[in-house]
Each structure stands twice: as C-alpha cells, then as structure tokens.
C-alpha cells in the first residue's frame, strides 16, 4: 500500500492478522474486502483535507509545474489532518479489539459445544461415593 500514512498500513497489518481467525464463511478474503473498503472510503474520515499541492502563479524556481510554484499546505491544517486520522485509526484498533473479542467468542462456543457445559458436581459426588463403596466391598 504505497503512499499511505504508517499508522493506516500498521492499522490493516494487524486488521489482516487479527482477521485470519475471523468467524465468517469467506474467512480472510471478507476481514481483507471490508478492510480495504473501509480504508479507501473518504466518509470515515471528516472534515480531512486531502494534502494536494496547491499552484501559486508565478514565481519560476525548481518546484515550477508549467508556470506555477507548488506551495505546501498550512501547517494547521496538516495538523487537523493528523489529529483527524489519529482518531479514525483509534476508531479501527477499537473495532480489532471487537474481532478479537468475536474470535474469543467463538473459540469458547466451540470448545463449550464439543466438551460440554462444565463439571456435574452432583453426578460427579455421586460416581466418587459408588466407586469408593464398591472399593470397599471388593476389599472385605
């Protein structure tokens, strides 16, 4: 993902590590696809200024594109724009604490499926007490 700021990428690396255990039918491919999308679309990040060079006429020096000078965008909004994609990144390692949660979830549903709800104590006092008696039948 060339160009994009190093908090997004780490963003989707561990989005991408975090989905390999997703429960869903499409597993990777659906955390990937939704992930991209939601990188991609401008709507997840209000109010941010896209960084575009801005053509001053006049002036000819090395930054000259057909008669213009580039000139940098206003460090304030440089700095709104970071403040704005920090807090769009907080948002996204929310929801990758969400998808661990739902893995957990699912993980502890699976094992609860496969090896029941949990110790009878009843029952298991009650098989304890037979086999301690008939122990003590097979001893006389």
Do not use: C
Not at 31 to 52: C, L, M, Q, T
Not at 83 to 102: D, P, S
Request: charged share 30%.
């Amino acid at each position: 993902m060339p160009g994009v700021h190093p908090l997004v990428r780490d963003l989707y690396k561990r989005a991408i590590l975090v989905g390999r255990d997703y429960p869903h039918p499409e597993g990777i491919e659906h955390v990937r696809r939704k992930w991209k999308e939601a990188i991609r679309n401008p709507e997840n990040y209000p109010g941010f200024v896209a960084s575009v060079p801005v053509a001053v006429e006049g002036s000819s020096s090395s930054n000259n594109i057909r008669g213009a000078t580039i000139s940098t965008p206003d460090q304030e909004i440089m700095k709104e724009n970071e403040r704005i994609l920090r807090k769009a990144v907080g948002k996204g390692r929310y929801v990758i604490r969400e998808m661990e949660g739902t893995i957990q979830l699912k993980k502890y549903r699976t094992m609860r499926r496969r090896y029941g709800e949990g110790v009878d104590t009843i029952g298991e006092t009650s098989r304890i007490a037979k086999s301690i008696g008939d122990i003590m039948l097979s001893s006389k």
